[in-house]
């Protein structure tokens, strides 16, 4: 058996994706079970911590863990099964989204729950148990986990489902990654019948038109979000570009059946097939740092009452889905600073009062996100869920390179954050970078905490897993 004798462990600057948080760290990636059980057995005999990480996509602290040692999970990337008639795949945690679905496509079948970039891993979004653009209609990712074996601190591989021991498989998928490493997950793809969706772009006027929409439309729409122009003031409050797609039914779209190929998904490299995508962060750097981003988000929201003219449309799921991945690096453009994002869920009898208050605080206090996304969720089963029947306005700051500065922004965002805990909203840690450890309880409830804290004791009771969010929420 190879140990990690015999690995390179090194020493790397470990970030969250939004580039502003992390460190230092000594960085091991293992490409078996076995290697990461010897890295839990050296650190631990060390006396040490260690954090799990993916691909990186945590915008904040989720995955990183400064002056310790981090466990890189993205050399475990093998589908190891997927069965063409009922769509299920059996996965290594460092699969990503894009690798499921380019396997998954030309068998007519979708992952069910996929996030805005495709690089984020299986194991990632198991641990974050993230959500998609179909949030209210599917849930969230872990709904669509029918098993997984989780290798424990304790040096035990368990095998689990929602019957063979609900309370560890409802508390590790969304435990963000403090009750043991993911090592194999079997994963519930659905069926699709065209390689295109249908898509409406929908101007909304204002925030209550917005949410107004995602209250006609979720019993009938196969997707809906909106990106919002939160520059906007007075009666433009809270506008922007509603989109809805719907799939096809079989035989509806034969056209669309050529799309099944993975190659004709992929988010395009060049723009008008000319220009490198890469190349385009700098122009968006110069927008952000000189000014503008709300004469962008103008001309943004007036090209969409043309969107709305020409719709519907047809676009690839790879196009409609993975907006993150149209511009490569694009986190590039809030250097040197970096970037962090604010994500409230929102109970719905509470959600226009309390994201109209977000909003105009923003604008209170000169920080004003360049980009701002709406979704509409349901709840869901698991321990430490932010899912919530309402919704969630996804921020996005760009952070001063100036510590007065930065310092500022966390002040703006943890006053926000009180708003929200106020009328019993929670937050999502893939996206966090800001709350402290008086909201955990607060976002979760008393119980659901001592619930989790419970099963950190029985599985993990060295604390070996830790992170610098953990440590920042007092977990």
């Known amino acids: 058996m190879t140990t990690t004798a015999t690995l390179s462990?090194?020493?790397?600057?470990?970030?969250?994706?939004?580039?502003?948080?992390?460190?230092?760290?000594?960085?091991?990636?293992?490409?078996?079970?076995?290697?990461?059980?010897?890295?839990?057995?050296?650190?631990?005999?060390?006396?040490?911590?260690?954090?799990?990480?993916?691909?990186?996509?945590?915008?904040?602290?989720?995955?990183?863990?400064?002056?310790?040692?981090?466990?890189?999970?993205?050399?475990?990337?093998?589908?190891?099964?997927?069965?063409?008639?009922?769509?299920?795949?059996?996965?290594?945690?460092g699969v990503t989204v894009r690798d499921l679905w380019r396997r998954a496509i030309g068998h007519g079948f979708w992952p069910r729950v996929v996030s805005g970039t495709m690089a984020v891993s299986m194991g990632g979004?198991?641990?974050?148990?993230?959500?998609?653009?179909?949030?209210?209609?599917?849930?969230?990712?872990?709904?669509?986990?029918?098993?997984?074996?989780?290798?424990?601190p304790r040096g035990e591989l368990v095998r689990c489902t929602r019957e063979s021991d609900p309370a560890l498989f409802h508390a590790a998928i969304g435990g963000f990654g403090m009750l043991g490493c993911f090592t194999k997950l079997e994963i519930e793809t659905k069926r699709v019948h065209s390689g295109r969706l249908r898509v409406w772009g929908i101007v909304a006027k204002d925030?209550?038109?917005?949410?107004?929409?995602?209250?006609?439309?979720?019993?009938?729409?196969?997707?809906?979000?909106?990106?919002?122009?939160?520059?906007?003031?007075?009666?433009?409050?809270?506008?922007?570009?509603m989109h809805r797609a719907d799939q096809f039914e079989p035989g509806e779209d034969p056209e669309g059946l050529r799309y099944l190929d993975p190659l004709l998904q992929d988010v395009p490299a060049k723009l008008f097939g000319l220009v490198p995508k890469g190349w385009l962060w700098p122009g968006m750097w110069g927008a952000v740092h000189l000014g503008q981003v709300n004469l962008v988000n103008w001309l943004k929201f007036q090209a969409g009452f043309r969107e709305e003219r020409k719709s519907p449309y047809l676009q690839s799921h790879g196009a409609f889905h993975f907006l993150l991945d149209y511009v490569p690096r694009w986190q590039w453009m809030t250097k040197p600073g970096g970037l962090i994002q604010f994500q409230p869920f929102v109970p719905k009898a509470e959600g226009e009062r309390v994201l109209r208050t977000l909003i105009e605080k923003c604008h209170q206090t000169g920080f004003?996100?360049?980009?701002?996304?709406?979704?509409?969720?349901?709840?869901?089963?698991?321990?430490?869920?932010?899912?919530?029947?309402?919704?969630?306005?996804?921020?996005?700051?760009?952070?001063?390179?100036?510590?007065?500065r930065r310092e500022q922004l966390?002040?703006?965002?943890?006053?926000?954050?009180?708003?929200?805990?106020?009328?019993?909203?929670?937050?999502?840690?893939?996206?966090?970078?800001?709350?402290?450890?008086?909201?955990?309880?607060?976002?979760?409830?008393?119980?659901?905490?001592?619930?989790?804290?419970?099963?950190?004791?029985?599985?993990?009771?060295?604390?070996?897993?830790?992170?610098?969010?953990?440590?920042?929420?007092g977990v």
């Open 125 to 152: 979004a198991a641990a974050m148990n993230i959500h998609g653009k179909n949030n209210f209609a599917l849930g969230s990712f872990g709904e669509c986990i029918r098993a997984f074996e989780l290798l424990t």
């Open 410 to 473: 966390w002040a703006h965002c943890r006053d926000m954050a009180e708003v929200v805990l106020a009328a019993g909203g929670r937050f999502y840690y893939a996206k966090d970078a800001v709350l402290q450890a008086s909201s955990f309880p607060r976002v979760h409830g008393e119980a659901a905490v001592q619930q989790f804290r419970t099963l950190k004791a029985k599985w993990d009771p060295d604390r070996l897993l830790q992170t610098d969010l953990a440590t920042r929420m």
């Open 9 to 93: 462990w090194c020493f790397e600057d470990v970030r969250g994706f939004g580039m502003c948080v992390g460190g230092k760290a000594r960085v091991l990636r293992p490409t078996t079970a076995e290697q990461i059980a010897d890295a839990f057995a050296e650190v631990k005999k060390d006396g040490g911590s260690m954090a799990l990480r993916g691909a990186g996509c945590s915008y904040g602290d989720a995955a990183t863990k400064q002056g310790g040692a981090v466990l890189d999970l993205t050399q475990m990337n093998r589908i190891l099964a997927f069965d063409p008639a009922t769509g299920v795949a059996t996965v290594e945690p």
């Open 207 to 241: 925030l209550a038109h917005n949410l107004q929409i995602l209250e006609d439309m979720k019993g009938e729409a196969d997707y809906l979000v909106s990106w919002l122009d939160l520059h906007g003031k007075g009666v433009a409050l809270g506008r922007g570009l």
């Open 368 to 404: 004003v996100p360049y980009l701002g996304v709406l979704k509409r969720h349901k709840p869901d089963p698991f321990l430490m869920t932010h899912a919530v029947d309402g919704y969630s306005l996804a921020m996005d700051f760009a952070v001063s390179a100036q510590k007065s």
